[in-house]
């Protein structure tokens, strides 16, 4: 286990979470925001990178567990990305469609975000969302973070418009670790 809130643990995902992880990669709902639900090819590509990045980085996107059921209900974590050319902490969320609007998403990235900062010692965290995604919108706000940027992903042969929220580390002098702002 790496975290535990009030309802919820995370931890490392293994493959034998491959069926769970489907359910949220493979449901067009959950991801419009990706403009495609996911081939089991991509979610095993997925699962991979997510593996790889714990040997790697000692962290990434975690199972999400609720804890009255010990079901994976979403996944969420901490992944570098890049912003203009730097690359950034970022805390990302996913979870089941299901599971939506009950508040899981927020005390989930909370945790991160003060993992983040407690563990890690990160100067600042990020969110990097989708412009037409209000829900993920939401949540970076409700973790304290505010829109800093905007930028233009390429993926699956288009381009999509994100907003960059990002929030400093109160421990941290602001001098040292502001966020970067980029007006455009």
């Not at 690359?87 to 990302?92: A, D, N, S």
């Amino acid at each position: 286990m790496i975290l535990s809130t009030e309802r919820l643990y995370l931890r490392e995902m293994e493959p034998s979470d491959f069926e769970a992880l489907c359910a949220m990669l493979q449901d067009r709902e959950v991801m419009y925001a990706y403009e495609h639900a996911f081939s089991d090819e991509e979610a095993w590509e997925w699962l991979d990178r997510q593996i790889t990045r714990y040997r790697t980085d000692g962290f990434g996107l975690w199972a999400v567990i609720l804890k009255a059921t010990g079901q994976m209900i979403g996944q969420c974590g901490l992944t570098w990305q890049d912003f203009n050319g730097k690359q950034v902490l970022e805390v990302g969320y996913l979870f089941r469609k299901d599971c939506w609007h009950q508040g899981y998403a927020t005390e989930a990235a909370i945790a991160c975000k003060e993992y983040a900062f407690g563990v890690l010692h990160a100067g600042e965290v990020y969110s990097i969302i989708r412009d037409n995604n209000t829900a993920s919108r939401n949540v970076a706000g409700r973790n304290g973070m505010e829109i800093v940027g905007r930028i233009v992903k390429h993926y699956y042969h288009m381009d999509m418009p994100h907003l960059v929220y990002c929030v400093s580390n109160p421990h941290c002098s602001p001098q040292s670790s502001p966020c970067s702002t980029d007006p455009r």
